[in-house]
């Protein structure tokens, strides 16, 4: 399979907290993005690379998030003191940009739990 | 602010016949409109994406429609099938402001009844 994909799955994790989610792209694919998703919400954008540049970041993305995409393919988000407020499923997304705009592909996603 | 708005939570219908999802966006510099579908425990998978400079677009038994002027996306899907199951989210881009995010409206939840 090369789809997007997503370590871990699931993730339980005690407030405050540090956790780190791990996101493969489709190979080759030179863009990768970080969504949000609460319940009942379509998913939230919060962060895109091209290779590997930071180039956007949402007002979503508090100081406490931060994420890396150092050798241009996979990416980590990581959360550090994690809140309650944070339980929420995040996607990764992949495109590839070519002349014509880019199709994101998403990952299965990683659902955290923060109690 | 919720510049892209579902404004049915759910849709009932039944194998064979019509479905149609609406969605409504409010910003006027949006010109690329996608729909995704989602399967529980799964990310959304692309369906069908129309551009600004066209009304209509078909694929198969997906075709998605956009009026400009009322800020208007619709998906129509004939005749549906019991896999097509899911809840479906519309998602808007501003290609000329060179915005690579998507913005999401909140979701359909689809149900096809055998």
């Known amino acids: 399979d090369t789809g997007v994909s997503q370590n871990p799955r699931h993730k339980i994790t005690k407030r405050g907290q540090n956790v780190t989610f791990r996101c493969d792209p489709i190979?080759?694919?030179?863009?990768l993005y970080w969504y949000r998703q609460t319940l009942g919400q379509g998913p939230e954008f919060l962060t895109y690379f091209q290779n590997e540049a930071q180039l956007e970041k949402s007002r979503l993305l508090s100081d406490r998030f931060s994420a890396e995409r150092p050798k241009g393919s996979f990416s980590t988000l990581e959360i550090q003191r994690t809140e309650q407020g944070d339980s929420a499923m995040y996607l990764c997304?992949?495109?590839?940009?070519?002349?014509?705009?880019?199709?994101?592909?998403f990952g299965p996603g990683t659902r955290l739990t923060v109690l | 602010d919720q510049q892209v708005k579902q404004n049915s939570p759910s849709l009932s219908v039944q194998e064979g016949r019509i479905s149609i999802l609406n969605c409504d966006y409010t910003n006027s510099m949006f010109d690329y409109f996608l729909w995704y579908k989602k399967y529980p425990a799964e990310g959304p998978t692309f369906l069908i994406s129309?551009?600004?400079?066209?009304d209509k677009n078909e694929d198969g038994r997906f075709t998605v429609f956009l009026n400009k002027s009322a800020k208007h996306l619709s998906l129509h899907i004939v005749p549906s099938q019991p896999g097509d199951s899911a809840v479906y989210f519309c998602?808007?881009?501003?290609?000329?402001?060179?915005?690579?995010?998507?913005?999401f409206g909140q979701g359909t939840r689809l149900t096809i009844n055998p």
């Open positions: 190979s080759e694919h030179n863009r």
């Open positions: 129309i551009s600004s400079i066209k």
């Open positions: 998602a808007v881009r501003s290609l000329i402001q060179g915005a690579q995010k998507l913005v």
């Open positions: 997304a992949s495109s590839l940009v070519s002349f014509s705009t880019d199709t994101q592909y």
